[in-house]
């Protein structure tokens, strides 16, 4: 596709056309391997999907069903692009809908598992695809809400400076947090993202995981990190 480029990972077992905006991160990796709540037989829906790096990637993993979610046309294009060249088209449903009006194309409690990495800004940026211009945090859990099953999980990937937050609204939302793990870019560095598995109608205990440090000093993956690359799929 003009304007876009095709990037290999994981030794060429998969493949993504990707904008120069808007690019899978290292991030998101740890991200997908560090999700709970995902069984075989999982119902997943991926909301704001974009070029569909998650929903392929947790295909990938976890050898599940996924509903891609995205309103872009754009990245909807990507989307159906990326999930053809990987051969998932029989585990991945590209669903062109606007997060906001979620209960006009899903079933209540109809999903198993939710996975959110929504844009990271309220205000304007210059990257409209990390800015919150169609659905806020809050638009993003409530939809998640509507489509998630009592006992369901949802892991969600946010910095962590809004925290407090996600966490607030998912239990407005009878969502209750159940275990934290942050993301620091050096052992000498404060958290910059974290991800967030909650559970809808249960009350477990909050568990903080231990954290994930992502570089060296010399600017190369730790072990740990090293180790998950090489392994994930």
């Known amino acids: 596709m003009e304007g876009f480029r095709e990037f290999d990972f994981f030794r060429g077992k998969v493949k993504f056309i990707q904008p120069k905006a808007h ?5 998101e990796i740890l991200f997908v391997w560090s999700i709970k709540g995902i069984k075989r037989k999982s119902l997943v829906a991926d909301l704001g999907a974009g070029f569909g790096a998650l929903s392929i990637l947790i295909a990938l ?10 309103k872009d046309h754009t990245m909807i294009q990507l989307l159906k692009q990326n999930v053809k060249n990987n051969n998932l ?10 997060v906001r ?9 109809s ?5 959110i990495n929504p844009p990271f800004y309220e205000k304007p940026s210059a990257n409209p695809y990390h800015t919150e211009i169609d659905g806020t945090l809050g638009d993003f859990l409530e939809s998640a809400s509507y489509i998630l099953k ?10 962590s400076y809004r925290l407090l937050e996600a ?22 560095r404060h958290a910059k993202l974290v991800r967030i598995v909650g559970v809808k109608n249960l009350k477990p205990k909050l568990i903080v995981e231990s ?11 730790t072990e740990e990190v090293q180790r998950i690359l090489e392994n994930f799929l």
């Open 167 to 188: 966490c607030g609204v998912m239990e407005s939302l009878n969502i209750r947090p159940m275990y934290l793990k942050f993301f620091h870019p050096f052992i000498d």
């Open 23 to 27: 690019r899978l991160s290292v991030v």
């Open 101 to 109: 009006k979620i209960n006009q194309f899903l079933e209540r409690q």
């Open 89 to 98: 088209e029989d585990r991945i449903e590209v669903l062109e809908c606007d």
């Open 150 to 159: 009592d006992g369901g999980f949802i892991n969600i990937l946010l910095p």
């Open 61 to 70: 993993k976890y050898n599940c069903k996924v509903i891609a979610v995205e």
């Open 111 to 115: 999903l198993d598992c939710v996975v």
């Open 211 to 221: 954290p994930l440090i992502i570089n060296h000093k010399q600017n190369k993956y």
